[in-house]
């Protein structure tokens, strides 16, 4: 697969760009993230309203633009470049593709239509206390009652979990894993913020004391769908997190090229331009293998499971590298306070684990590719 951007996907990135270097500056970030929501509402409502972006891969039957996972990883990629504080991630790529992925016509037809437009914020319900993203790790228990369920137990590193409105949580029933919805703030659910190392993207715990739920398509069909969604939010997170990789590396190189020690630029050392052009290597690698994953979402899906689990693995590893890098060569500056640098690495090693963390998705790749 060969992907190079059209001239609208340009323009796209020109636009989200611009957008965010207006409204999600790093003061801006540095504010939203110490909110107990974390984000801006009317930031929020621009983005939905006027850009259109939360709806930018969802169908135009369903209130969205129609376009592609190319596209969303534009987005992603901007974002994440930006640091952006928002429920995007949560909304847009894990609940959305949810009810794509498992929703019947008519769900569809009711949920999606308030995300694409940015009024419903939404998100996914997976990991446990345990930390698991497979469906093997699932025990919060779906209890058939009438024509719905009753769910018991608790989830934890929900993005965006206490903010929400609208809940998709992956439950074990009687015919096995299910997709459930629920509105958050139904009786028996309760929301409780986590303290996490990156304040930037919120987590939170959801306990479930019978909360009463609905199934998403077919109660049998949920472990497909819900691999299906981690497959292509792994695809998005691998984006998400090059634009944050390639955020690092401009911070850094315009850092050397400032920053004088004997009477020259550090950027003149030999040292530098090695640590420097070695992590451009391993930004292009990774950005390589995340767009291939955002093809592959839209045009060859039966690639998509083994390359989601490569690109998530190979851009947690690539940002990470960039984040440390990045702070050596600032010095004792770059875990400053003071300093841009530090946020990068938080988002780096959050986004890590998100998912699964790189272990995790190389095992994941072999199984996949029958090694």
Not at 8 to 33: A, C, G, I, N, Y
Not at 157 to 162: E, I, K, N, Q, S
Not at 260 to 285: N, T, W, Y
Request: net charge negative; hydrophobic share 40%.
């Amino acid at each position: 697969m060969r992907w190079s951007p059209s001239e609208e996907q340009d323009e796209l990135r020109r636009t989200v760009r611009r957008f965010l270097e207006e409204k999600s500056p790093v003061t801006e970030v540095r504010r939203l993230m110490e909110t107990r929501e974390g984000y801006e509402p009317s930031v929020w409502k621009q983005l939905s309203q006027e850009l259109g972006l939360p709806g930018v891969h969802v169908p135009e039957a369903y209130g969205g633009q129609g376009l592609g996972f190319a596209e969303l990883g534009i987005v992603l990629e901007e974002m994440g470049r930006a640091l952006l504080c928002a429920p995007y991630f949560s909304s847009v790529v894990l609940a959305a593709n949810a009810i794509l992925n498992a929703g019947s016509e008519s769900q569809k037809q009711e949920l999606l239509p308030g995300i694409a437009a940015g009024e419903t914020l939404a998100t996914l319900a997976v990991a446990e206390p345990k930390g698991r993203w497979d469906a093997g790790g699932i025990a919060l228990e779906a209890r058939p009652e009438g024509s719905g369920f009753r769910l018991h137990g608790e989830k934890s590193f929900v993005t965006d979990g206490a903010s929400a409105q609208l809940l998709v949580v992956a439950a074990r029933g009687p015919a096995g894993i299910g997709l459930f919805h629920l509105r958050a703030d139904s009786e028996s659910v309760e929301r409780r913020p986590l303290t996490v190392v990156d304040p930037t993207r919120k987590l939170a715990r959801l306990g479930f004391k019978g909360a009463r739920a609905e199934s998403l398509g077919d109660p049998a069909g949920g472990a497909a769908a819900l691999s299906k969604t981690l497959d292509q939010a792994a695809a998005m997170l691998a984006n998400e997190m090059v634009g944050g990789a390639q955020r690092l590396l401009d911070m850094t190189v315009e850092y050397a090229k400032t920053r004088v020690q004997f009477g020259r630029p550090i950027g003149s050392f030999q040292a530098i331009k090695h640590k420097c052009a070695d992590m451009l290597m391993s930004l292009e690698l990774a950005r390589s293998s995340a767009y291939y994953a955002a093809g592959c979402a839209d045009e060859s899906p039966d690639e998509l499971p083994a390359i989601a689990s490569l690109a998530k693995a190979q851009c947690s590893d690539a940002y990470l590298e960039l984040a440390a890098e990045a702070i050596q060569i600032h010095g004792g500056l770059g875990f400053t306070w003071e300093q841009d640098v530090h946020l990068y690495f938080k988002r780096a090693k959050a986004s890590e684990v998100l998912l699964g963390d790189p272990t995790y998705h190389r095992e994941l790749l072999a199984r996949r590719w029958g090694i």
